[in-house]
């Protein structure tokens, strides 16, 4: 009687994609995964900017999103994984998003000194 082994390997990701829509994971052996972006909601939040930065970790066994602080493994992709995180999570992560936004959006102390300080010159 003979045996033979199956060697497993893990699937591993070399290009990434995210639409509106979609998320589209192109793998090393040939096969395409493409899920939902809802299912990622900081993907679905997330500018086309921070969408386009991902890196491969794990020799391409996730992928990472530095400026959304989202990491996705291409197991769970196959697998038909969704998001794993909480409401609470999200709606902190979000709040935080909300909040360096609206920093962002103020002038500086600096800044609004100097304007201060032309409209008294000219006034």
Partial sequence: M??????ARTAQAEKVRVTDDEL???L????TVTVPVQWYPRLAHGT???RRNWRL???GEGIHWPDLDEDISVEDLLGGHPSGESQASLQRWLKSRELLASKRMQPSR????A???RRGARG
């Fill in 28 to 31: 090393v052996d040939g096969r």
């Fill in 115 to 117: 304007q201060r300080a």
């Fill in 57 to 59: 970790i794990g020799r």
């Fill in 48 to 50: 086309v900017a921070e």
């Fill in 24 to 26: 589209i994971v192109d």
């Fill in 110 to 113: 600096e800044k609004r000194r």
């Fill in 2 to 7: 003979s045996s033979s082994v199956i060697e």
